[in-house]
T-cell receptor, first 112, second 118 residues
Framework: AQSVTQLDSHVSVSEGTPVLLRCNYS??????LFWYVQHPNKGLQLLLK??????LVKGINGFEAEFKKSETSFHLTKPSAHMSDAAEYFC??????????FGAGTILRVKS | DTEVTQTPKHLVMGMTNKKSLKCEQH?????MYWYKQKAKKPPELMFV???????INESVPSRFSPECPNSSLLNLHLHALQPEDSALYLC?????????????????FGEGSWLTVV
C-alpha cells in the first residue's frame, strides 16, 4: 500500500526567506505525486505534480519539487516566501484508480 | 479552465432535514469525487463516479447518498445527519476515472461546501 509522510506539521519562515516542506512516500509502483495547497476556508489548489518525466517539477507561484527515488522524497521548495504563501500544504500520492493518499498536511506560517 | 463549482458554500441543517450538495464541472472530465474534510485533517474519500457509474464507496453511511445525473453534475443527498457529520465537503473531478499508479490524472477540487448539522 502507498503512504505519505509529511515530516513537519508546522513550518514557520520569515517573508523573503526560503521555504522547505518535506515529504516522504512509500509506493510499490512508479508513483504519481502531487502537492496541493489549501488556504484558510478554501478548497484545494494543485501546486504541481510529478508523473515520471523530469525529476525537478516546477509549479505555480514559484514553487518547485524534486523527486528523489533513492530517498523516496518529494520535498517542496520556494526560494523566497511571500505572506500569501501562508496556508496548509498536502503532499499526495496517487494510487490505482485515482485514489489519492494524503499526507497529514504541513501548516506554513510566514512572518513579516 | 480547471473549475469545479460547488453549491451551496454554506449549509446549516437539522438532524431531520433533507438537503443536497451540488457540484458541476465543464472540463469534460469523466470521473467525479466526493471528499469529506474535518478540521485540521486531510480530505477523506467518500465516493468516486467513473463514467457516471459509482465505482468506489468508501463504506460511507447510507445517510449520504450520491447521485451523478450526467457527466457534468454530481450531487450528494443528505438525510438524517448527525452533528459529527459537520465538515467541509469537497467535490473533485479528473479526466479519467481509472488508470494505474503513475497515470498522472490530476484531480481538481472545488472550493467546498461547509456543512453544519445542528
Amino acid at each position: 500500500a502507498q503512504s505519505v509522510t509529511q515530516l513537519d506539521s508546522h513550518v514557520s519562515v520569515s517573508e523573503g526567506t526560503p521555504v522547505l516542506l518535506r515529504c516522504n512516500y512509500s509506493s510499490s509502483y512508479s508513483p504519481s505525486l502531487f502537492w496541493y495547497v489549501q488556504h484558510p476556508n478554501k478548497g484545494l489548489q494543485l501546486l504541481l505534480k510529478y508523473t515520471s518525466a523530469a525529476t525537478l517539477v516546477k509549479g505555480i507561484n514559484g514553487f518547485e519539487a524534486e523527486f528523489k527515488k533513492s530517498e523516496t522524497s518529494f520535498h517542496l521548495t520556494k526560494p523566497s516566501a511571500h505572506m500569501s504563501d501562508a496556508a496548509e500544504y498536502f503532499c499526495v500520492v496517487s494510487e490505482y484508480g485515482n485514489k489519492l493518499v494524503f499526507g497529514a498536511g504541513t501548516i506554513l506560517r510566514v512572518k513579516s | 479552465d480547471t473549475e469545479v463549482t460547488q453549491t451551496p458554500k454554506h449549509l446549516v441543517m437539522g438532524m431531520t432535514n433533507k438537503k443536497s450538495l451540488k457540484c458541476e464541472q465543464h472540463m469534460g472530465h469523466r470521473a467525479m469525487y466526493w471528499y469529506k474534510q474535518k478540521a485540521k485533517k486531510p480530505p477523506e474519500l467518500m465516493f468516486v463516479y467513473s463514467y457516471e457509474k459509482l465505482s468506489i464507496n468508501e463504506s460511507v453511511p447510507s445517510r449520504f447518498s450520491p447521485e451523478c445525473p450526467n457527466s457534468s453534475l454530481l450531487n450528494l443527498h443528505l438525510h438524517a445527519l448527525q452533528p459529527e457529520d459537520s465538515a467541509l465537503y469537497l467535490c473533485a473531478s479528473s479526466r479519467e476515472g481509472t488508470g494505474g499508479p503513475g497515470s498522472g490524472n490530476t484531480i481538481y477540487f472545488g472550493e467546498g461546501s461547509w456543512l453544519t448539522v445542528v
